[in-house]
């Protein structure tokens, strides 16, 4: 299987320094960012996310498949290149095989945080408070089939 980095290297490559924002949270820019060498750091308002540094990972897919402002801070940490397409929409809708590859990450990434959650739920069945709603989040991710996304939390009503 072609990989992502691989799919994407007709797209231009722009240059970071230390500091560089590729996205910045809560504004929209419809790119799409595909890491060719360097380290970033994902930062959602004060909390430090992950710092990846991946070849071929990707950035700004969520905010352009849900149509919301982005979710977090992308951020050199290091001097760093990555592809960038402008119109990150568009992209996906004519690059298949980058659709598909994005579609098998974001599954993965939902069976982990599904996996982690039923293991939650084993340990804190029968509890109250705000670990018996656990089961409620759980149940929404595996079985919610509603065509628009509505992001938030009672703790966090933005996200």
């Known amino acids: 299987m072609t990989s992502i980095a691989d799919l ?4 231009p490559v722009v ?3 230390p500091g560089g924002v ?3 949270e809560g504004e929209t820019s419809g790119k799409l960012y595909v890491l060719v060498d360097g380290a970033v750091e994902v ?3 004060e909390t430090h996310i992950n710092t990846v540094v991946e070849p071929g990972a990707l950035f700004g897919e969520m905010s352009i498949l849900l149509g919301l402002p982005h979710t977090a ?3 050199a940490l290091t001097a760093c ?3 960038v397409t402008e119109d990150g929409p568009g992209f996906l809708k004519s690059h298949h095989d980058v659709s598909h590859q994005l ?4 599954a993965q990434r939902l069976h982990g945080v599904s996996t982690y959650l039923v293991d939650l739920k084993r340990q804190f069945e029968g509890e109250g408070g705000h670990l018996g709603v656990v089961d409620e989040i759980l149940e929404s991710l595996v079985h919610e089939q509603r065509a ?3 992001p938030g939390s009672d703790r966090d009503p933005g996200y």
């Open 8 to 11: 994407c290297a007709d797209l």
């Open 15 to 17: 240059r970071f320094e």
């Open 22 to 24: 590729l996205l910045a």
């Open 43 to 45: 930062v959602r308002g």
């Open 73 to 75: 801070t992308v951020r």
């Open 81 to 83: 290149a990555a592809r």
């Open 103 to 106: 579609a098998q990450l974001l």
């Open 148 to 150: 628009e996304f509505t």
